[in-house]
């Protein structure tokens, strides 16, 4: 995802981020490590059943001097499909769907 943002000096500014976790009985966990311009800002973690299909916020933190345009990287480990792990019919692979997004001065 890549971000330009309009000139903010010596502003941060704070992302908050609106997702679900698709988790679900055959794939229980999820991981998922946030860049911003190839610096690691954090790892969210998503588990069924408490996260299963729930709307989360999350904030990141952005200092200023990451400048103008913010280029966003998601990685995921890859999860195996319930299928391949223990043979069930179960397909889906767990996911992140991002519902909203909020730019913010701070």
Partial sequence: MLLVLKPRATRNITL??????HVHQQYPALECSVFINGRHFATWHFAYPQDADQTVTRKLHVPHDLGRLLYLRFEMREPATA?????????????????ALTVAST
């Fill in 83 to 99: 299928r391949h792990r223990i043979g069930s019919d179960e397909t889906r692979r767990p996911r992140i769907g991002l519902e």
């Fill in 16 to 21: 908050s981020w609106q997702l679900r976790g």
